[in-house]
């Protein structure tokens, strides 16, 4: 954990436990989720209890608690992406990037995540990498589409 960067966040708020969320955001967008020695430290210097840090980083969806990639992959296999062939998408995103879901390339760029329901079925079977939404994915779209995250590093 660098605790200096954390110092440095935390300055920038002015130690305020009123500014949890801002902290808790410039922490995520630097490491890609909110490592838990990172949250007891934040507790300990705000002299805030580490439970009402956690109730706010689980109640919100842009946190994360576990490792996340630069660019987080999310399949929808909600039933109106499922019929369109989510599953084989997620298939070939596993082995394309030769991870399970729940777990992060070794490169710490991407991390795949399944979800229920993007809010956009007509579009379906979509997938969502970093904050961009792909619609009518398939499978043989998912290695150029994916690449391309490469490309821009
Ligand atoms: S079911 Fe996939 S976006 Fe709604």
Redesign the pocket.
């Known amino acids: 954990m660098d605790t200096r960067s954390i110092d440095r966040i935390l300055k920038k708020y002015n130690h305020e436990q009123s500014s949890i969320i801002g902290i808790l955001q410039d922490l995520q967008e630097k490491e890609n989720y909110l490592p838990e020695k990172s949250l007891e430290y934040i507790s300990e210097r705000l002299s805030m209890p580490l439970t009402r840090i956690y109730r706010i980083a689980t109640f919100y969806n842009a946190f994360s608690l576990k490792p996340r990639g630069k660019y987080p992959v999310n399949v929808?296999?909600?039933?109106?992406?499922?019929v369109r062939g989510?599953a084989m998408v997620l298939e070939r995103i596993k082995m394309h990037l030769g991870i399970e879901v729940g777990e992060i390339t070794k490169d710490n760029v991407f991390s795949l995540e399944t979800?229920?329901?993007?809010?956009?079925?007509a579009?379906?079977?979509?997938v969502v990498i970093g904050n961009e939404y792909h619609g009518k994915m398939t499978s043989a779209k998912v290695s150029s589409t994916i690449d391309q995250y490469r490309k821009d590093l």
């Open positions: 929808c296999l909600g039933t109106a992406c499922h989510a979800v229920n329901c993007l809010g956009s079925c579009l379906g079977p979509v």
